[in-house]
Nanobody, 115 residues
Framework: QVQLVESGGGLVQPGGSLRLSCAAS????????MDWYRQAPGMQRELVAR???????NYADSVKGRFTISRDAAKKMVFLQMNSLQPEDTAVYYC?????????WGRGTQVTVSS
């Protein structure tokens, strides 16, 4: 079993920054690629950023140049540094881990960008 717990969300003004964290526990040896997704009200959940087990990353076009995903060497945590936040970035942000035969989701953390 793998458990994921996100933290670091909150209210920030446009142009501000937040750093999200996702802590993994349990059978972390199963974890390969890790993702950050987000879901705004009334919208589908969308992939924001991905990092694989060797550190290769990719990003949604909407966040390229503003967001940075990273993970620690022990694969216990993954981070999302979010800069130049805009109101359209408002969403619940979810951590997702790719395991051997399935994926595991966290419960999410709310990010609200508003003046």
């Amino acid at each position: 079993q793998v458990q994921l717990v996100e933290s670091g969300g909150g209210l920030v003004q446009p142009g501000g920054s937040l750093r999200l964290s996702c802590a993994a526990s349990g059978s972390i040896y199963e974890i390969g690629t890790m993702d950050w997704y987000r879901q705004a009200p009334g919208m589908q959940r969308e992939l924001v950023a991905r990092v694989n087990s060797v550190g290769d990353t990719n990003y949604a076009d909407s966040v390229k140049g503003r967001f940075t995903i990273s993970r620690d060497a022990a694969k216990k945590m993954v981070f999302l540094q979010m800069n130049s936040l805009q109101p359209e970035d408002t969403a619940v942000y979810y951590c997702n881990a790719h395991l051997a035969s399935r994926t595991q989701w966290g419960r999410g953390t709310q990010v609200t960008v508003s003046s």
